[in-house]
DNA sequence: TAAATAGTGTCTTTGAGACACTATTTC
DNA sequence: GAAATAGTGTCTCAAAGACACTATTTA
């Protein structure tokens, strides 16, 4: 006991070396047949009048919560839906990774664990916390590149390093699509495979092949199964009307539905 | 101004909500062909006497560095090697995830970023810092479940949620070998596909079929290059002299490398 | 009727895996 | 010589993609 009084003596982060540790959200979602990133304007300095991922810092030790926990709830209040019930529920949430650069925040040093988030189309934000605004970005407004920087003369510049978070869930979003089921997760619980096609349109900006993606789709085991019902016609510009089919049981595409012509990128 | 110290005032963890950050590394490595993890034995409580993942606090104000390089410094004082030269330089360092459960650690809270290690043959490690042993485990003797429990009866137990970042590290790693060229940073800088054939089987806990491995090995753009020469004879026990290799300058395989009979883990 | 779209048929090419085989080395 | 191993040849089957085609719906 005497040992773990002297540790804890040593590295008490309230003695030693202030940490701050906040929740970041790359929450995705498709709109109007494209990609969407839900961003808020910072009410306060720094950055202040840029848009940042809706974030903020983890409950630590009053009302501690797990880090999945404070995504949502951060992702609640930004949104102004309640977490626990709706679309918040269906969504997909993982780990997307940490950022911990010293200086990334120029008042202290923060620690940021960035999760990413897939839903259905969810309604407007309304602007909470430290916010005066909210929206859907279209991700393809923010003139990212590879590299995670923006491209000069965007308008919408994004605080901290968050260019970087954003883009690195980008890839991760692209790469999940290819081998597991999670473009389902985009999608409303009864979808056709046309509007399936469309996610994975929208998130690789890709055309894909209809045929070819139908047939894919339907030769994977557990990807999805049907309903035995067909979509009404709304919004359609003609053709048939396509079934409708529910996420399968896979946790994993086998095989993978794979992006075409990558080989560029490969070095 | 005035709302930046409002902001910081409301917010400093010194003030609010004192959280701690550490790392913790997953380092792997072959040895006499069977996987090992560089484990630690803990000298003081919480858990002493168990086995930990090596690793420590983040220095976050003062010498103020970033994650990476903290998972390298605590690599470094845990094996005795210095960072910045040798076999530490040739490693493959990537983060994992991280972890905050609250209760985790039952000193106060704290959230441990965690990083993957892939290396090369190393020394013994000598034993540092609050740690009176350290050891390379085979991590089949960790008696580690798919669902990241220990098995009773394992004579290495693990501390605090370590039994579970090791799965997760391990699955990593057997995923990372399908669709990188990794299997490559545990060889030395010249190695022969037999050699690398070994990395696989060690890591995947599988035989694969030496003529057809080869073929692809050899396949696949960018993933070796011949050097020209042969290996040795040391320590074989008959057959042609094999040729030696170096690592491509592909950062994907292409088509990735899969794991055999992996039907039963999709649902 | 024209255009758009859902869904299927079929052919080609690529790649994974099984099996066989030769050549080279150790014991 | 026997056993082990490196490396290649070849065959089969699965799957991706290109292309064609029919059926069904909207405008």
Redesign the pocket.
């Known amino acids: 006991m005497a040992d773990e009084r002297d540790f804890l003596a040593g590295y008490d982060p309230r003695d030693y070396d202030p940490v701050a540790v906040t929740v970041d959200v790359v929450a995705l979602t498709i709109r109007d047949g494209a990609l969407h990133v839900l961003l808020v304007r910072r009410a306060h300095p720094p950055f202040a009048g840029m848009w940042a991922l809706p974030g903020g810092f983890v409950r630590g030790v009053r009302d501690a919560e797990d880090l999945p926990d404070a995504a949502v709830r951060e992702l609640a209040e930004e949104t102004g839906l309640e977490a626990g019930d709706g679309p918040l529920e269906r969504m997909h949430l993982e780990q997307l990774g940490t950022y911990g650069r010293p200086g990334r925040d120029p008042r202290m040093r923060v620690i940021s664990v960035a999760y990413l988030a897939f839903a259905p189309e969810l309604p407007e934000p309304k602007a909470g916390g430290d916010a005066d605004d909210a929206a859907w970005t279209p991700v393809t407004a923010l003139g990212l590149g590879a590299s995670g920087e923006q491209r000069p003369g965007t308008t919408r510049k994004l605080a901290f390093d968050h260019a970087r978070v954003l883009a690195d869930g980008l890839e991760r979003a692209r790469a999940k699509l290819e081998y597991t089921p999670l473009a389902t997760a985009f999608c409303p619980p009864e979808f ?3 509007e399936l096609r469309a996610v994975y349109e929208a998130v690789w900006g890709e055309e894909l ?4 993606f ?3 789709v ?2 994977v085991p557990g990807f999805v199964e049907g309903t035995g019902t067909t979509s009404d ?1 709304i919004g ?8 409708l089919y529910r996420a399968g049981d896979a946790r994993l595409l086998h ?4 992006r ?1 012509g990558r080989e560029e990128e490969i070095r």
Chains 1, 2 share one sequence.
């Not at 092949?209 to 070819?212: P, S, T």
């Not at 359609?236 to 009307?241: L, M, N, V």
């Open positions: 056709t495979i046309p092949h209809a045929g070819n139908h047939r894919k339907l030769s016609r359609r510009r003609g053709g048939p009307r396509p079934k095989p993978a539905l794979l075409p």
